[in-house]
């Protein structure tokens, strides 16, 4: 079953406007290229940096300071500054928190 097709089902439940769990989102962001709308319009995509894959969180950058306090990070890619969950085996206790944050 592929990224999509948990979607559909999810939403044939009645489940559409409820998250997977950051285990769930972590596994499908690295395995699958999966995004996922988080709150606050941000965006949890799978980039490849020096062709390594990241979890990134796309419009973030205004809550840097409270992401980098649960575990994330940032770095600056061509003039810009994005925000990263490390991957690891902390990555969907990170994104448990991000999310809590993002409310």
Request: one cysteine or more.
């Given at each position: 079953m592929n990224a999509h097709d948990i979607q559909t089902v999810r939403e044939q439940l009645g489940l559409k406007n409820q998250l997977l769990s950051p285990a769930e989102l972590v596994s499908?962001?690295?395995?699958?290229?999966?995004?996922?709308q988080l709150p606050g319009g941000v965006t949890l995509r799978r980039s490849y940096i020096a062709a390594?894959?990241?979890?990134?969180?796309?419009?973030?950058i205004s809550l840097a300071e409270r992401?980098?306090?649960?575990?994330?990070?940032?770095?600056?890619?061509?003039?810009?500054?994005?925000?990263?969950?490390p991957v690891s085996d902390k990555a969907s206790a990170i994104l448990a928190a991000v999310i809590e944050i993002l409310g």
């Open positions: 499908l962001v690295l395995n699958e290229g999966y995004s996922q390594e894959p990241r979890i990134e969180l796309v419009n973030a992401l980098l306090a649960v575990g994330c990070f940032t770095e600056i890619i061509n003039w810009q500054k994005r925000v990263f969950i």
